[in-house]
């Protein structure tokens, strides 16, 4: 029988109990204690049903006094906390014996940089950073090619547009937790009105609107980080493409064997003939044509929607960034790629003998800053044990680049 005040969810490839209590911000005690049925907790089969208490909130009557910024401080949630939870709520206008909702206090850190990083817990770091900082949009742009919504982040209201993306690539989903990361100290820093550096957030905020998809690639991470399983429509066609191997940490395509990141129409027959990949593979396929692959199109379709004044496309691994693509950048390119080296000591290459990347397309297309920003060092995909620094090195870009 189904436990009073719960919700069904059936278990996936790759869940512990531990991910699953996190994702849904549910301590494991109360996860165990919703599910006696399970004999041991350390073993989970994909399609079993577990029982996920739902969050509650508490319930308070308003008081002479009051303000939502009191009640918060009483409750240790924020204003933003309370709206989010009382719509419709005139913070100005509270009305004695009014019964408001509060709810449960959120993690001091949403985000926790870890190696299980993938789709799932970004999505469910998503809902919670909506469910604290009210000024954090989120909308989709597409689906990847098995149907997953690839989601972009929208923080900022001025006319400036910036868009900056991650995990193109599949084994470069260390990119991915920069990102959200990124998002959500941003969110504090305008919550708190404060600065990050020489950076004033609230001045950002008021002259910048970013745009961040943190993975465009979730076939492709969910691939390198769970594997798959025969249940997946492309299970054999993935396993042909990687000579039979279960082993996906070298795959940087998408769940088709086509790399994304070669998908663009900038110069592209020139990097098929330069790739001389015939088909499709882990890696440096650019498929049968540009803009094939429903996540490239996507972020085709998005950029072309809007006025982006700069873009970087986040890669890993070399300490590098790129900035040129044949003599189309402006001139501007090259103060701001100095700019990106001060503030994290990476290496500036102008040019680079590729072509049909995201930067090439953005560049070709409308003359403006367009860059590929390459984190950390060694073999893909990096440790987890390499975030901070790469955090501590790329900071400043992610900053740099809504100031410029």
Known sequence: ?????????????????????????????????????????SILVPG????????????????PGD???????????????????????????????????IPDTLPATIVVPREDYGYDEMMADLQTLQSRFSFVNQEMIGESVLGRPIPVVNMGSGRKQV???????????????L????????????????????????????????????????DGVELVQEGITPDNPYFEEVLTINGGSRDFSQWKANI?????????????????????????????YPGVCPLFEPESKAMADFTSLHDFRLVIAFHSQGE??????????????????????EASGYRTIRYVDSDAGFKDWFIQQWRRPGFTVEVGRGTNPLPISQFWDIWGKTIGILLAGLAV
Do not use: C
């Open 179 to 218: 990102l959200m990361r990124f998002i959500e100290e941003y969110a504090k820093a305008y919550e708190l009105k404060r600065t990050i550096g020489r950076f004033h957030i609230p001045t950002l905020f008021a002259e910048t609107s970013l745009w961040i998809v943190p993975m465009v690639n979730p």
């Open 163 to 177: 868009f900056y993306s991650g995990s193109f690539h599949a084994n470069e989903w260390m990119t991915t937790i």
């Open 48 to 63: 079993q049903i577990l029982y996920v208490p739902r969050r509650s909130w508490q319930l308070y009557v308003i008081q």
């Open 320 to 341: 590098e960034i790129f900035g040129g693509y044949r003599e189309m950048e402006p001139p501007e390119s090259e103060e701001i790629a100095r700019i990106f080296t």
């Open 256 to 284: 088709r064997g086509v790399d994304l990141n070669d998908q663009f129409p900038a110069h592209w027959q020139e990097e098929v003939a330069r790739r001389a990949v015939d088909g499709p593979a882990p890696r440096n």
């Open 1 to 41: 029988m189904q436990p009073p005040n719960t919700f069904q969810y059936v278990v996936k490839p790759g869940d512990t109990l531990y991910r699953i209590a996190y994702r849904f911000s549910i301590r494991m005690e109360t996860l165990l204690a919703a599910n006696p049925q399970l004999g041991n907790p």
């Open 67 to 101: 303000t939502l910024y009191k009640i918060g401080r009483k409750f240790g949630v924020t204003v933003a906390q309370l709206q989010s939870v009382n719509p419709g709520i005139d913070p100005n206008r509270l009305q004695i014996g009014e019964v408001i909702n």
